[in-house]
């Protein structure tokens, strides 16, 4: 077992070093040697379970009753039956017809894709699939920064159970897995002076911004990068072998391929129209703050709390360093949906800051990585195999949290809307009972005031009775436990037609 030791010294010569001037040092052995054939298939096997054990914890979950999963499928379907992309709403009541950029378009297509080829047990591949690709994009982001092979697999294993929260079927997994990317390529630029790893960033922003609307992260991660460049020209923090031209070349060419999209250059104001939005974080469960109830809640904060030691210690002030990891926090500790970037960025700094005491590092094979992906996707579909992952298994999860039965009652006897729905169900009954909904997960496009008088009415607050929805429903569908369905049972203008474990549907009196 290697002993971690984080030097504080370095000389004037490595101030052209990569995320800090020592970091030349770090992790670098005295010595190679070409591993062994034994070693090989151990450091193959090894990786192997690294990349398919987080997968295999999703998978072992079967996470498919995620509230956003469904409207994003029927998103898809829409967009597969009419050969475009909507960009007015076809799914909400009181908003039909208003202008809506869905994003995520080809998310959508990829996992309606999905669904319509393996059924629900798609969508769990399709998280599964995402944490082998993450993961191995973590192992190769380390294991350029840090040369003792031990201690790369304990950084990528604390960083992978930081973010084990976020392993669900959602768009941010590609944000996820294109900010690693870009930050390997950033880092590894500014240590080897070869710019030619740039040319990938246009090509990732404009898959990115097809996908998820976080693609502004990186952007911001760009531009520090060009702050670091900047100053670095007038004595300011270090000097790195990043060119400026060539930043500002690829901070251009990804800005503008950005817009390579259904929706060009608005995509910009959908990323605006959401970070200017600061009601639904006290509101949504996934944009609360971190509450520091599990492990995997402090892994994030023992990770931070390591990269910013390992800064101080070298008494040196980096631009580029302390201030990725003041965005991280900033954005992690905000927000539990953003807990990876933490994890990410604090993986990277003590990458070139931990030292292995080994004096020979064992190289690892080029084709390792490789290998090790393919046995980690064989580890994975063994395991779907083993743990009896099926279609009627998914099913039977997803009728003990969402209205099914509820809504094939409604299908049987013909009832017409208006639908009067809560936040979390709205999702589940456009995929399934296609009908226009009251509200659903799409917090951005329904704004702050909707989504507090949703709020109102379902809690009973002290003005419920003035939503003016609910008096014009024709059917109102909510869950067996909210508050409004317990007034509703003594309410003269409704009748409870239908009543399981799980929902419950009122139709208006005629």
């Known amino acids: 077992m290697a002993t971690l030791i984080v030097s504080p010294h370095a000389s004037a010569e490595q101030d052209l070093a990569p995320l800090s001037p020592y970091a030349e040092l770090a992790g670098s052995p005295d010595t190679e040697k070409t591993p062994t054939r034994a070693e090989q298939i151990a450091h193959t096997f090894v990786l192997a379970l690294m990349f398919a054990a987080p997968a295999l914890l999703a998978v072992r979950a079967a996470c498919v009753n995620d509230p956003d999963i469904w409207w994003h499928l029927r998103t898809g379907q829409w967009m597969v039956q009419h050969h475009a992309v909507p960009h007015f709403d076809p799914f909400s009541g009181p908003n039909a017809g208003k202008p809506w950029e869905p994003y995520s378009w080809l998310y959508e297509l990829l996992t309606f894709q999905l669904f319509q080829h393996f059924g629900l047990a798609g969508i769990v591949g399709y998280t599964a699939g995402m944490i082998v690709a993450i993961t191995a994009a973590l192992w190769h982001l380390v294991k350029r920064l840090q040369a003792d092979f031990s201690v790369v697999v304990l950084l990528i294993i604390a960083a992978c159970c930081s973010f084990g929260r976020l392993y669900t079927p959602r768009p941010w997994m590609f944000t996820i897995l294109f900010f690693v990317l ?4 950033l880092l590894h630029t500014r240590k080897t002076g070869k710019t030619r790893e740039l040319l990938w960033l246009p090509v990732i922003y404009a898959l990115w911004a097809n996908v998820h609307i976080q693609f502004v992260d990186g952007l911001l991660v760009l531009g520090l990068a060009i702050v670091e460049t900047l100053a670095g020209r007038i004595g300011m923090g270090i000097r790195t072998r990043l060119r400026l031209p060539w930043l500002l070349a690829a901070f251009a060419a990804s800005s503008v391929a950005v817009m390579a999209n259904p929706f060009g250059w608005r995509i910009y104001r959908v990323a605006y129209d959401l970070a200017s939005q600061p009601g639904v974080m006290d ?16 892994a994030v904060l023992f990770l931070a709390l390591g990269a910013a030691a390992a800064l101080a210690w070298h008494r040196r002030f980096q631009i580029f360093e302390v201030g990725l990891l003041i965005f991280a926090v900033t954005l992690s500790f905000r927000s539990m949906r953003d807990v990876w ?14 030292v292995g005491k080994h004096a020979v590092a064992v190289r690892t094979p080029r084709l390792s990585t490789p290998a090790a992906i393919l046995g980690a996707a064989l580890m994975v579909l063994g395991g779907f195999r083993y743990m009896q992952i099926t279609n009627p298994m998914l099913q039977a999860q997803v009728a003990k949290t969402y209205p099914v039965d509820a809504v094939n009652f409604i299908r049987a006897n013909g009832y017409a809307g208006p639908l009067f729905n ?41 003005d419920w009775a003035g939503d003016p929805q609910l008096p014009s429903a024709g059917i109102v569908v909510g869950s067996v436990k909210s508050a409004l369905v317990q007034m509703l049972r003594i309410d003269p203008r409704f009748k409870l037609v239908y009543e399981d474990k799980v929902a419950v549907v009122f139709v208006a009196r005629k």
Not at 182 to 185: A, P, R, T, V
Not at 286 to 291: D, F, M, N, S, Y
Not at 438 to 459: H, L, M, P, Q
Request: glycine share 6%.
């Open 283 to 298: 509101k949504i469960a996934e944009l609360q703050a971190i509450p520091f109830r599990n492990i995997t809640d402090f």
């Open 341 to 354: 970037i933490t994890a990410t960025v604090s993986a990277a700094l003590l990458a070139t800051t931990i």
């Open 422 to 462: 809560d936040f979390n169900y709205g999702g589940y009954l456009i995929w399934a009972l296609r009908m226009p909904v009251s509200i659903d997960g799409r917090a951005a496009f329904y704004g702050d005031k909707a989504i507090d008088r949703s709020v109102e009415t379902w809690n009973v607050g002290p």
């Open 182 to 185: 870009q930050l390997d390529i």
